[in-house]
């Protein structure tokens, strides 16, 4: 069992930066990736970023590709999301969640989440 707190969304203009947080509670955090996924009003949850176990491996999406830097601490169990350049278009909210599998986009592939944190970007 994991349980997921995201932290840190908030309003920001376009090109400011945020830095979204998700507190892991649970014994299996350092044996668990971790990922990022967003969902805008109207939309299909979508995949961001994920991070292996290790923090050796990391995945984006292609909108996000050298903007987003996903970061996590398996002493403190947390998974970090670093959000520069940020466009309108990032606006959604943002969920972490936890998964056994490496290299995986799908949501139906996470088996555990967080209740998710806004991210409003002002044009």
């Known amino acids: 069992q994991v349980l997921l707190v995201e932290s840190g969304g908030g309003l920001v203009q376009a090109g400011g930066s945020l830095r979204l947080s998700c507190a892991a509670s649970g014994r299996t955090f350092s044996n668990t990736a971790m990922g990022w996924f967003r969902q805008a009003p109207g939309k299909e949850r979508e995949f961001v970023a994920q991070i292996d176990s290790s923090g050796l491996l990391t995945y984006y999406e292609d909108s996000v590709k050298g903007r987003f830097t996903i970061s996590r601490d398996n002493v403190n169990n947390w998974v970090a999301l670093q959000m520069n350049s940020l466009k309108p278009e990032d606006t959604a909210v943002y969920y972490c969640?936890?998964?056994?599998?490496?290299?995986?986009?799908?949501?139906?592939?996470?088996?555990?989440w967080g209740q998710g944190t806004q991210v409003t970007v002002s044009s």
């Open positions: 969640a936890a998964t056994r599998l490496i290299g995986v986009r799908l949501p139906s592939q996470y088996t555990y």
